[in-house]
């Protein structure tokens, strides 16, 4: 696949990153990438991809060596996230185990919860999930009716939630619930359930436009007991939890879309480097060159914005605006590019046997989750 910016480094790099980006690199794309198609065929992956990516080092790369992970920060968490997407191999649901679940426990949980939960995840023998969204309310968690009722020295969850990302092969599952109702966002706290509690049932595995080897699921609470000392934090801030870490989930798709677009432009540079029409090849023609000079400045743009935003980040200077502005952008331009891309390829660009036509499919969704591109440009105008 064509270099695309062979003479741009991220200012983040060093030599230690470069080591681990060739060593994700072979790992993701011999031992992952080969299972992708059959994995998108049965709509979820292999419990055995999990335990294999731990046992390699690639999950939980920011968390202490104390807790089980790799003792590395978020630019390691980078790097990985990079190199398995490079490699076609979307389907394992690490980005949001890794670096979404796992800085809640690292952040919020107590050094007993860390013990418990934190090596079982890095080891892949424990898969962890999130769960915000609910059947009638999306972008807008103060409205969510999932309630955490304390009883004694248990809570009882009734609700339920959607859309949650690696729901089917979860063991662990934050949930976001009312644990005082009349307080609404004041009255928000994040609980963890672990899979086999009474009460706690995993729905259907959704069919899905896209992103078909990532499974997604409805999960269902009806009188579910759970320790009171699997709270999460403190009772009634996990509103405040939430918004803390949205920057670094907005950043980090984000950086999913820089790669996507990336590597959508480098797979078609090699395709109408190939492909002949009316006696030349596809790239000699006026209308791709352009298309494409456009679509690799575009996506440089990109890339050096979401590098400085990490170099934000890494200093603790990230700020929700300039995240969202990074997942919305980058997100809108990471759909615009693929387009373009897929025309380029010509019929073949239709076919699901291309790697660009699955990404058309799978790119839709980013402008959708980690809050609406609608709900970004909401929070950025905020500051106007």
Same mark, same amino acid.
Request: include cysteine.
């Given at each position: 696949?064509?270099?695309l910016?062979?003479?741009y480094?991220?200012?983040?790099?060093?030599?230690?990153?470069?080591?681990?980006?060739?060593?994700?690199?072979?790992?993701?794309?011999?031992?992952?990438?080969?299972?992708?198609?059959?994995?998108?065929?049965?709509?979820?992956?292999?419990r055995e991809a999990?335990s294999?990516?731990?046992?390699?080092?690639?999950?939980?790369?920011?968390?202490?060596?104390?807790?089980?992970?790799?003792?590395?920060?978020?630019?390691h968490?980078?790097?990985?996230? @990079?190199?398995?997407?490079?490699?076609g191999?979307?389907?394992?649901?690490?980005?949001?185990?890794?670096?979404?679940?796992?800085?809640?426990?690292?952040?919020?949980g107590?050094?007993?919860?860390?013990?418990r939960w934190?090596?079982?995840?890095?080891?892949g023998?424990?898969?962890?999930?999130?769960?915000m969204?609910e059947?009638?309310?999306g972008?807008?968690?103060?409205?969510?009716?999932?309630?955490a009722i304390?009883?004694?020295?248990e809570?009882?969850?009734?609700?339920?939630?959607t859309?949650?990302s690696?729901g089917?092969?979860?063991?662990?599952?934050?949930?976001?619930?009312k644990?005082?109702?009349?307080?609404?966002?004041?009255?928000?706290s994040?609980?963890?359930?672990?899979?086999?509690?009474e009460?706690?049932?995993?729905?259907?595995?959704?069919?899905?436009?896209g992103?078909?080897?990532?499974?997604?699921?409805e999960?269902f609470?009806?009188?579910?007991?759970v320790?009171?000392?699997?709270?999460?934090?403190e009772?009634?801030?996990?509103?405040?939890?939430?918004m803390q870490?949205?920057?670094q989930?907005?950043?980090?798709?984000?950086?999913a879309?820089?790669?996507?677009?990336?590597?959508?432009?480098?797979?078609?540079?090699?395709?109408?480097?190939?492909?002949?029409?009316?006696?030349?090849?596809?790239?000699?023609?006026?209308?791709?060159?352009?298309?494409?000079?456009?679509?690799k400045?575009?996506?440089l743009?990109a890339?050096?914005?979401?590098d400085q935003?990490?170099v934000?980040?890494?200093?603790? @200077?990230?700020?929700?605006?300039?995240?969202?502005?990074?997942?919305?952008?980058?997100?809108?331009k990471?759909?615009?590019?693929?387009?373009?891309?897929l025309q380029?390829?010509g019929?073949?660009g239709?076919?699901?046997?291309?790697?660009?036509?699955?990404?058309?499919?799978?790119?839709?969704?980013?402008t959708?989750?980690?809050?609406?591109n609608e709900?970004?440009?909401?929070?950025?105008?905020?500051?106007?």
């Amino acid at each position: 696949m064509t270099d695309l910016f062979e003479n741009y480094t991220s200012p983040w790099m060093n030599d230690e990153l470069s080591m681990l980006r060739d060593a994700a690199r072979k790992f993701f794309t011999t031992e992952l990438a080969p299972h992708q198609e059959s994995w998108e065929a049965n709509g979820i992956v292999d419990r055995e991809a999990w335990s294999k990516t731990g046992a390699a080092g690639f999950l939980l790369a920011e968390i202490p060596t104390q807790y089980g992970g790799s003792g590395g920060d978020y630019r390691h968490e980078t790097v990985i996230l @990079e190199e398995q997407l490079r490699a076609g191999a979307s389907g394992l649901g690490s980005q949001v185990h890794s670096q979404i679940v796992a800085p809640y426990f690292l952040h919020y949980g107590n050094d007993e919860q860390k013990q418990r939960w934190l090596p079982g995840m890095a080891a892949g023998t424990h898969v962890g999930a999130i769960a915000m969204t609910e059947p009638n309310t999306g972008s807008d968690l103060q409205s969510i009716r999932t309630t955490a009722i304390r009883d004694g020295d248990e809570f009882v969850i009734n609700g339920s939630k959607t859309y949650i990302s690696n729901g089917q092969h979860c063991d662990l599952v934050i949930v976001v619930a009312k644990t005082d109702p009349s307080q609404g966002a004041k009255g928000i706290s994040l609980i963890v359930v672990e899979a086999g509690t009474e009460g706690f049932t995993k729905g259907r595995n959704l069919k899905k436009l896209g992103q078909a080897a990532a499974d997604t699921s409805e999960l269902f609470f009806e009188d579910c007991r759970v320790p009171a000392e699997n709270l999460l934090g403190e009772e009634g801030k996990g509103f405040v939890q939430l918004m803390q870490q949205l920057p670094q989930e907005r950043l980090n798709i984000a950086q999913a879309a820089v790669v996507e677009m990336e590597r959508a432009i480098s797979l078609t540079i090699d395709f109408v480097k190939e492909r002949r029409a009316f006696g030349q090849r596809v790239l000699d023609f006026q209308n791709t060159k352009f298309k494409l000079a456009e679509c690799k400045t575009e996506a440089l743009i990109a890339r050096t914005f979401v590098d400085q935003c990490l170099v934000k980040h890494m200093a603790g @200077e990230l700020d929700a605006s300039t995240a969202s502005m990074a997942k919305y952008w980058t997100t809108d331009k990471q759909n615009q590019i693929i387009e373009i891309c897929l025309q380029l390829h010509g019929g073949a660009g239709y076919m699901d046997e291309y790697p660009i036509s699955r990404m058309y499919r799978d790119a839709r969704v980013q402008t959708i989750y980690g809050g609406t591109n609608e709900i970004m440009k909401e929070l950025i105008s905020r500051t106007l």
